[in-house]
Each structure stands twice: as C-alpha cells, then as structure tokens.
C-alpha cells in the first residue's frame, strides 16, 4: 500500500529553520514527483514546491530562495529544507504523490496532479 508520511515540523521563530522529511513507502519515491504543500487556518492550499523524478525543482516565488526540495533515494525520503522562516509560513505541510492517472488536486504551478496525500505536519512560527 502506497504511504506517505511527513515529520519534522514544529515551533520556530521568525528567522528560524526546520527541515521537514516526507518518507515513502510502498513505492520507490524517485520513480513519482513528489511536492510540498500547505495549508494555513482559513486559507486554501498553496503550492510550496516540487521534485520530479528526474531531480528537477520548482518552488512558489514565496518560498524561493528560502526553501529548498531535495530526495534521499536511499531513504525513500523526500526533504524540505525552510530557512529564513517567517511568521506566514505557519501551515500545515503536506506532502503528495504524483498521480498516475490524473487524478486528485492539480496544482496550477507545478502542472501536475497530486494524489496519495500524507497526514501532514504543523509548522508554526512564532516570536
């Protein structure tokens, strides 16, 4: 069964940093483009980032410069490194799968479709 956990989030201050880790299983990872996601209380997902299968990255002009995508094949995992964090980076962050059959949430940015959404993690910024 396709599996997709996030972890790593937490309390940060402004200016702080966190890597968030997105593990895999049931599926070799670097096989899908795997994207980063958000949501904040009262507002709709945004697109933060993508890596495809072939190592290429994207990222919203919000986060660009301070977040970076990389991927661990050997770990399966898939990682978002945030620098410079600020107080509107507070969400929680998904992370999702490619879909196979386009199907599920598409993302405008990145042109794709997601599906096989993990459960999330909280980041929260906070001085």
């Known amino acids: 069964q396709l599996q997709l956990v996030e972890s790593g989030g937490g309390l940060v201050q402004p200016g702080g940093s966190l890597r968030l880790s997105c593990a895999a299983s049931?599926?070799?990872?670097?096989?899908?483009?795997i994207g980063w996601f958000r949501q904040a209380p009262g507002k709709e997902r945004e697109d933060v980032s993508d890596?495809?299968?072939?190592?290429?990255?994207n990222y919203a002009d919000s986060v660009k410069g301070r977040f970076t995508i990389s991927r661990d094949n050997a770990k399966n995992t898939v990682y978002l490194e945030m620098n410079s964090l600020k107080l509107e980076d507070t969400a929680i962050y998904y992370c999702?799968?490619?879909?196979?059959?386009?199907?599920?949430?598409?993302?405008?940015?990145?042109?794709?479709?997601?599906?096989?959404w993990g459960q999330g993690t909280q980041v929260t910024v906070s001085s």
């Open positions: 999702a799968a490619e879909s196979v059959n386009s199907n599920g949430y598409y993302s405008s940015l990145f042109g794709r479709y997601f599906d096989y």
């Open positions: 890596i495809s299968s072939a190592g290429f990255t």
């Open positions: 049931g599926f070799t990872l670097n096989t899908y483009t």
